[in-house]
């Protein structure tokens, strides 16, 4: 694997971007150095499966349960954090054992390095949204209830946005292994379903909706990655348990049309008749309009002169 080109944001951040939290969060939680998608149906696979994951990570009985509460969000967020920080190393490490029976780990550091470095800024940020939304709450005085609510509604947006980007990349895991990303998360989204449904505990749904609401992102979640490894395996020939550097290359960009290209296939010299009369058909008859070619054959029947 190549080392990370460039800084983090590759260069896109300036100084007016902080005004808008969105945008530092896309250069900040997708870093320059997370390969792009091989194809759009992998992003649209990786979308679906962001959407699902959400409901698994937040749960849809927040909002079904008491209406939408603010806290019981960010402690939600605090536990798959913790989820999160437990979870990938251990099952990264699993597949790490897999990967050295037929390959090095020494050039597979540098991505492990900035997918660890990225899901630490994540869950600091969710901490940093927790503290700040509890010190705010806890504060009385009107100038740092301003301050403090404009610093809790940037940081709302940041992290959210943020949220997504890392649910889609999994902290830059597909810098590692292209398959990774899907790994990781089904299995996030199984340890956060299961235990609900062990201790019986479906937040008032009932038995019928809280099975659906709590099985249901899981099982959408497990059977997009599926897809997803299944297309990378058929048309890249990616395999989860290969180690990465055995991948065959991954096609490059397709390149543009050449400028002033005519309309057809790029890369044919216009076409026309090769036996039309003019000056570039060497058997076309000479006439007074006919500029003297020097590969005009010889006629016999109209000697020269006559």
């Known amino acids: ?66 209406g939408f509460d603010v806290t019981e969000l960010l402690e939600n967020a605090l536990t798959a954090s913790a ?17 050295r029976r037929t390959g090095t780990l020494r050039q597979l550091r540098t991505p492990l390095l900035n997918s660890l470095a990225l899901l630490l800024l994540f869950i600091g940020s969710v901490v940093a949204l927790a503290l700040l939304v509890q010190t705010t709450n806890a504060t009385h005085g009107p100038l740092v209830i301003i301050a403090g609510g404009a610093a809790m509604m940037w940081m709302l947006v940041f992290v959210a946005r943020g949220a997504f980007r890392v649910t889609g990349n999994f902290f830059g895991t597909g810098a590692v292994h292209r398959c990774l990303p899907a790994l990781l998360s089904t299995v996030t989204s199984w340890l956060v379903a299961v235990p ?43 395999r989860l348990g290969a180690h990465p550097a055995g991948h065959p290359p991954v096609p490059g960009p397709v390149p543009p049309m050449p400028p002033g290209a005519p309309t057809g ?32 054959p010889y006629n016999p029947q109209a000697p020269q002169g006559s």
Request: charged share 15%.
């Open 196 to 238: 609900d449904l062990v201790t019986g505990d479906l937040h008032g749904l009932g038995l019928t909706l809280g099975v659906v609401f709590i099985l249901g992102a899981p099982v959408t979640v497990t059977a997009i990655a599926l897809l997803e490894t299944g297309r990378l395996k058929r048309r890249y020939g990616i």
């Open 1 to 66: 694997m190549a080392r990370t080109i460039g800084r983090w944001t590759g260069g896109t951040l300036t100084a007016r971007s902080f005004l808008k939290p969105h945008k530092v969060a896309e250069a900040v939680f997708h870093p320059a150095w997370i390969p792009p998608s091989l194809d759009p149906a992998i992003d649209k696979l990786k979308r679906i499966r962001v959407i699902a994951g959400a409901v698994a990570s937040i749960g849809v009985y927040t909002v079904l349960e008491g």
């Open 83 to 99: 989820v999160l920080l437990f979870l990938t190393p251990v099952t990264v490490g699993v597949m790490l054992l897999v990967w």
């Open 265 to 296: 296939h790029p890369y044919i010299p216009p076409q026309g008749n090769p036996y039309a009369p003019g000056a570039g058909n060497p058997y076309a008859p000479y006439n007074s309009q006919t500029p003297y070619n020097p590969r005009t």
